[in-house]
């Protein structure tokens, strides 16, 4: 079960994270009737572009600590956590550089002019927000299996060992 209620909160962050990126290059439509004002499709404000990216920045691509809680991870998994966040990192950069949404801002900013939120702007932002954490000396995803100051933690029952592939020869972690 523990498998299950973490792949629902997996879903259920990366559906966030889906709704948060409609903002950025996005269009609002309200529906209208006849001989009602006012245009139908509008852009999604510049302030709430920016409050998107910071969004993205701060809940997908800087490293989500939460979702690397060892204490449940290791209840149905031995490893692959690191690659799970990063293939969903991935998924909400490719959402950001979609051709489509970029077209739209340049659009946009064609359009609405100083009010519109511009593809270079969205660009610089991204990338702030994509090198925040190297530009911190955090520059790497921890593995469950350390603590914060990237010491290797022990099981407590002390039945399963650490092995790396360093003692073997061969570089790296082979498992737990």
Not at 87 to 96: D, H, I, K, P, S
Not at 133 to 141: D, I, N, P
Not at 143 to 168: F, I, K, L, Q, Y
């Amino acid at each position: 079960q523990p498998k299950t209620l973490y792949g629902q909160m997996i879903g259920q962050w990366n559906r966030y994270t889906g709704h948060v990126l409609t903002n950025i290059g996005g269009v609002v439509y309200t529906r209208k009737a006849q001989g009602q004002e006012g245009p139908q499709y509008e852009m999604v404000p510049e302030t709430e572009q920016r409050r998107a990216m910071e969004y993205l920045g701060r809940q997908v691509f800087a490293t989500p600590d939460w979702m690397l809680d060892a204490d449940i991870l290791d209840r149905f998994q031995g490893s692959g956590a690191p690659d799970q966040i990063r293939g969903l990192q991935a998924f909400a950069l490719r959402g950001v550089l979609n051709v489509d949404r970029m077209k739209r801002l340049v659009e946009q900013e064609a359009f609405n002019g100083d009010e519109a939120y511009t593809l270079g702007e969205m660009m610089d932002g991204l990338r702030a927000v994509i090198w925040a954490e190297v530009s911190s000396g955090a520059t790497r995803l921890h593995r469950p299996d350390e603590d914060a100051h990237g010491r290797r933690r022990c099981p407590a029952d002390g039945h399963r060992t650490v092995r790396t592939r360093a003692a073997s020869g061969a570089g790296s972690r082979v498992g737990q």
